[in-house]
């Protein structure tokens, strides 16, 4: 059986940094994108199989093209797009700066777009593949402080509900991750330094999850999860 490749975008030190782990550790070759070349060129030196490592910018329709071109010369097909890539701002819809809405929705569903575009034909015409998103609360119902970053998640989830209906009957995979809770990590554990252990969300156990998505039977796959410690209020 030849190798197959997993493409991560948006790799930092969580959720990203996890899914190339497992996913070298599962035998895939690892195509990583993300915005700088510092945490990928440490995390690629620590990976336990093949990777490729590139930046590039999401929002960049043209950018993304070149991106995944210089995938399929190196790895060839992409059997898992997981799409990681995210951008927030947070305030009152009165405070908020409005270009901050434009450059979430760029990164968060235009992006998307991009790469979906980019690995989905060939997934159709091989009738196999799966594009897996990342996502939060956010994308479920808009908070009062979340009026510059809500509105791009929910139209994130909107358009993988609308691949999935699109793709499932053509054999290839499209499912949306609700991750509802604090994702263990510097950023998360600064903010909340009050809180336990067992508050935060382990991007390990996100990226076992996102595993099990990917390799579920066709005759009983999941189009959106939704994922949260056991104390977590919802």
């Not at 940094?17 to 620590?46: F, H, Q, W």
């Not at 336990?48 to 590039?56: E, R």
């Not at 070149?66 to 995938?71: D, E, L, P, R, Y």
């Not at 609700?178 to 998360?188: K, M, N």
Request: proline share 5%.
């Amino acid at each position: 059986m030849a190798e197959k490749t997993c493409v991560v975008v948006g790799v930092g030190p969580g959720i990203g940094a996890a899914c190339c782990r497992l996913y070298c550790e599962r035998g895939y070759k690892v195509a990583m994108i993300a915005r700088s070349p510092d945490y990928l060129n440490e995390l690629a030196a620590t990976l336990p199989g093949t990777s490729l490592s590139l930046i590039a910018d999401v929002t960049d329709e043209e950018a993304v093209t070149v991106t995944f071109g210089k995938i399929a010369k190196e790895f060839g097909r992409v059997d898992t797009l997981i799409y990681n890539a995210a951008r927030g701002s947070f305030g009152s819809f009165l405070e908020m700066r409005p270009k901050d809405l434009s450059k979430n929705f760029e990164v968060n569903t235009m992006g998307l777009l991009y790469c979906a575009r980019a690995v989905a034909p060939g997934m159709i015409e091989r009738e196999a593949g799966s594009i897996l998103v990342t996502g939060n609360t956010a994308a479920t119902r808009g908070g009062a402080k979340f009026a510059g970053f809500a509105p791009s998640k929910s139209a994130a989830r909107s358009l993988t509900q609308s691949m999935a209906r699109e793709l499932g009957p053509k054999h290839v995979h499209a499912a949306y991750l609700v991750i509802d809770g604090a994702v263990d990590g510097p950023f998360a554990r600064n903010l909340r330094k009050d809180k336990p252990d067992e508050f935060f969300i382990k991007p390990d156990d996100i990226a076992q999850t996102i595993w099990h998505l990917d390799q579920q039977p066709e005759n009983c796959w999941t189009s959106e999860i939704d994922l949260r410690p056991f104390g977590e209020n919802w």
